[in-house]
């Protein structure tokens, strides 16, 4: 795609900077020697390009932002009672461990690691240390200056890994993590399934096109999956998978050895998720809060997210030894952790304009029609026998 049609594409979206613009097509020429070598790719490995490529990915080139500024906002950059109300969670895990740390997985900006300890630290409650797994050079930088300004104090506790440790105690949480891992495309003829595979047409530009599958595994994984859907499923039928998302469940389950996992992610129960009428299947991207389904287009510069298959993270967390501690949504989490009283706690400093502000944010994170119900939170404990504050109020694992 070039720029003069570009808005054919995103009608009255702002074009993007010329240094920008040159960024994408960097990225593209290497996907087309990719391409080159291989004739066709398939979509993960698109995917995995398209935001990861070094300095030319979108999370780990010059891009992403978690704000209004952005493509996209995420929850800890709405209000900070998102953060505190998962301190509420990882207080009581520390508590009866009687110490450990905590793990955030891809901590985007760093605001929720600051509104965790804030209100961790206030508690009494700092862990022995906070650690973060983060993969993009530019994402690292951002995060030490958000907790370097906020909270130098507790620099001391910060740490940035490079890879999970082979043991942990404490609690891991991760927020929109696992949708922006890649997936493979899928489409069902009526007799048989399809694999996404990214090529390019006469004029070099980026086109999908599907061909049988002929990976073993990803052949296992979709019989597994859809062995009694079939037969229900209209032809033309398009999904997504992501063994990544089940490889990381596991890897964390299996180096968990006394505490919680803690999954925050846009997602479904699997008979929701691959249910008949998702025919479009959920892979979505986001360009300067523009929701579109075209991901060959400015690659680096746009967000490409599928939503969470939730039943699969529990067949394969619960292989690893550990237990399924509930399934809520955001919004049930969220008030089981407190949010209510810390919304009464705030409003009694606060004048009328900054109480309204306030009320908003929180809005957008409890409403049904956006983070609220969309926005699933799973857990998974081992060597801790309590039930979890957060699925307290409801527990909808029985939909799983």
């Not at 399809?194 to 049988?212: G, H, K, Y």
């Not at 089981?336 to 309204?356: N, Y």
Request: proline share 5%; charged share 25%; aromatic share 8%.
């Amino acid at each position: 795609m070039d720029r003069q049609n570009f808005n054919e594409w995103l009608p009255g979206c702002p074009l993007p900077s010329d240094s920008d613009w040159q960024r994408s097509e960097t990225l593209v020429k290497k996907i087309r020697e990719r391409i080159c070598r291989q004739e066709r790719i398939p979509f993960s490995e698109y995917m995995q390009l398209a935001l990861y490529t070094p300095e030319l990915g979108y999370y780990t080139g010059q891009s992403v932002r978690f704000d209004e500024q952005g493509d996209f906002t995420t929850a800890p950059n709405i209000s900070p009672v998102f953060g505190a109300c998962l301190a509420r969670q990882c207080q009581q895990v520390l508590q009866k461990l009687g110490s450990g740390r905590i793990l955030e997985l891809g901590a985007g900006n760093g605001q929720m690691a600051v509104d965790i300890l804030t209100r961790l630290e206030q508690e009494g409650m700092l862990p022995q240390a906070y650690q973060i797994l983060e993969c993009s050079p530019m994402l690292r930088v951002a995060q030490q200056e958000t907790l370097q300004s906020k909270l130098p104090h507790v620099m001391s506790r910060v740490e940035w890994l490079d890879s999970l440790p082979s043991r942990f105690e404490g609690v891991i949480v991760a927020n929109e993590f696992l949708d922006a891992l890649p997936v493979e495309r899928l489409r069902w003829t009526g007799q048989r399934w399809l694999r996404s595979l990214v090529s390019m047409d006469e004029n070099e530009n980026l086109v999908e096109e599907f061909f049988t599958v002929e990976d073993a595994s990803l052949g296992q994984a979709v019989e597994h999956v859809f062995a009694e859907r079939q037969s229900d499923l209209c032809e033309g039928y398009t999904t997504e998978m992501c063994p990544l998302a089940a490889e990381w469940a596991s890897q964390l389950s299996g180096c968990l050895h006394q505490g919680l996992i803690l999954l925050l992610d846009y997602g479904y129960p699997r008979s929701e998720y691959y249910h008949p009428q998702r025919t479009n299947g959920t892979l979505t991207c986001f360009y300067r809060h523009r929701r579109h389904d075209n991901p060959l287009i400015i690659p680096g510069l746009q967000d490409i997210s599928c939503h969470v298959d939730f039943t699969r993270l529990v067949e394969v967390a619960v292989e690893e030894g550990v237990d399924l501690s509930g399934f809520n949504t955001q919004a049930a989490f969220l008030m089981a952790c407190g949010l209510g009283e810390w919304m009464e706690k705030q409003g009694q400093a606060e004048d009328i304009r900054r109480r309204i502000t306030r009320n908003d944010a929180v809005d957008r994170l409890l409403a049904p029609g956006e983070m609220g119900e969309l926005v699933k939170v799973i857990g998974f404990q081992k060597g801790i026998e309590e039930p979890m504050l957060g699925f307290g109020l409801q527990d909808m694992s029985y939909r799983l």
